[in-house]
């Protein structure tokens, strides 16, 4: 989740602060920027802002400093209102996670569902010397889809134990080993996938995710089969009765195809070479 910055719910006395001008967001932009420089015969990347302070150094040093320390102070001035407007968004961050935690407590007491309480308080995240960000669902419209993503995690779980059933070893029918590292690991590889892109709230331990596939691997094949097959069916996305992902190091290739499409895309996007979502689309189905 990206940082949130408080726009809006300022106090009296933050909205009175001058913000930075474009001249000074750009000036700080290029204090950040890194150059590399030789210094003592080796090579360095230092900020502008560091080159220009040992300029400004080595020009006090010949009696000559006027303009270097008027470019000093801008910066500094810049620097002073971001940490600011930064330490404005901590201080927002922090009482908008005890609000929300003061309406959750209230929620409970009454009886009410916790759930429509959104965003948790615990994802309401303080990030010091940055402001503050929601890292879960902020409506109900992205609870909705976060679960549906946990139950589709859940589902490849189950059909991991399934594959491993009915799949057996990985071994070709001569009997020799192939590069298949064994049977279900396709749908185990994309369950953790799954679970690692999810807010950390909703998000499995590697000993839940253990604990789960040895539940469903207490049920017969026949239990597995009718069970695997209304999940799917579950979360709208019905599979024949048997149905198998395809083979690992396929996946893998797809997935590398894939990624190699979209850095390629991006490229040229950034380039202004493509700007159809629908040619994109339609070459990630290619791919997949």
Not at 82 to 99: L, R
Not at 109 to 137: C, F, M, S, T, W
Not at 169 to 182: I, L, N, R, V
Not at 219 to 248: C, D, F, N, V
Request: hydrophobic letters at 35%; proline letters at 4%; glycine letters at 6%.
């Amino acid at each position: 989740m990206a940082v949130k910055r408080n726009k809006s719910r300022r106090t009296a006395a933050n909205s009175e602060r001058p913000a930075l001008t474009p001249l000074q967001k750009v000036l700080l932009d290029e204090a950040d920027r890194k150059v590399s420089i030789v210094s003592d015969g080796a090579q360095q990347d230092v900020s502008i802002h560091q080159l220009v302070s040992r300029k400004l150094l080595q020009m006090a040093a010949n009696g000559s400093v006027h303009a270097l320390s008027n470019a000093i102070n801008e910066i500094n001035t810049a620097q002073s209102l971001k940490q600011q407007q930064i330490n404005d968004d901590v201080e927002f961050g922090k009482k908008y996670k005890d609000h929300q935690q003061r309406r959750l407590d209230q929620a409970i007491a009454n009886g009410e569902d916790p759930e429509r309480v959104l965003p948790h308080p615990d994802d309401v995240q303080v990030v010091l010397n940055k402001g503050y960000r929601i890292a879960g669902p902020a409506d109900e419209n992205e609870l909705k889809i976060i679960r549906t993503n946990c139950a589709f995690r859940d589902v490849l779980n189950l059909q991991a134990v399934l594959e491993e059933r009915i799949g057996g070893d990985s071994t070709d029918p001569e009997g020799e080993a192939t590069e298949e590292p064994f049977a279900g690991a396709t749908a185990m590889m994309l369950a953790h996938v799954m679970n690692m892109g999810l807010p950390e709230r909703f998000t499995k331990s590697d000993a839940d995710l253990a604990r789960d596939l040895m539940r469903h691997g207490r049920m017969t094949k026949r239990e597995l089969l009718k069970k695997t097959h209304r999940a799917w069916a579950s979360i709208q996305k019905p599979k024949p009765r048997g149905w198998t992902l395809l083979p690992y190091q396929q996946t893998l290739t797809r997935f590398e195809q894939c990624a190699s499409l979209c850095l390629g895309i991006a490229d040229q996007t950034q380039d202004g070479k493509r700007t159809s979502e629908k040619e994109f689309a339609a070459e990630i189905i290619k791919v997949l």
